[in-house]
């Protein structure tokens, strides 16, 4: 029951922006702290961002200063805000709902491709 769906990736330039959405059902997210994933092919998953529940926010160094992450907690949303992309931003970007307590297994997002044209 508990439903992550991220939205908003697409074919982009580099150096435009775009506007990542996760959005949440069947829990509430104020009481988890969140984060965005990207995984390219043939490479590992990688975290890019992180928000706290209190909204306190970390960033990859190769994101920092062109990466926003954001939560909206009456929405049940969480922002990733890209901006002066590059092509080695091209992955597939997943948000993931990190667990509050041992007996949750936090949750995973099915992803979203983001691809940055040169």
């Known amino acids: 029951q508990v439903q992550l769906v991220e939205s908003g990736g697409g074919l982009v330039q580099a150096g435009g922006s775009l506007r990542l959405s996760c959005q949440a059902s069947g829990i509430m997210i104020g009481g988890n702290a969140m984060g965005w994933y990207r995984q390219a092919p043939g490479k590992q998953r990688e975290l890019v961002a992180s928000?706290?529940?209190?909204?306190?926010?970390s960033y990859a160094d190769s994101v920092k200063g062109r990466f926003t992450v954001s939560r909206d907690n009456a929405k049940n949303t969480v922002y990733l805000q890209m901006g002066s992309l590059k092509p080695e931003d091209t992955a597939v970007y997943f948000c993931?709902?990190?667990?509050?307590?041992?007996?949750?297994?936090?949750?995973w997002g099915q992803g979203t491709q983001v691809t940055v044209s040169s």
């Open positions: 993931r709902r990190y667990a509050a307590i041992v007996e949750d297994p936090g949750s």
């Open positions: 928000i706290s529940r209190g909204g306190s926010t």
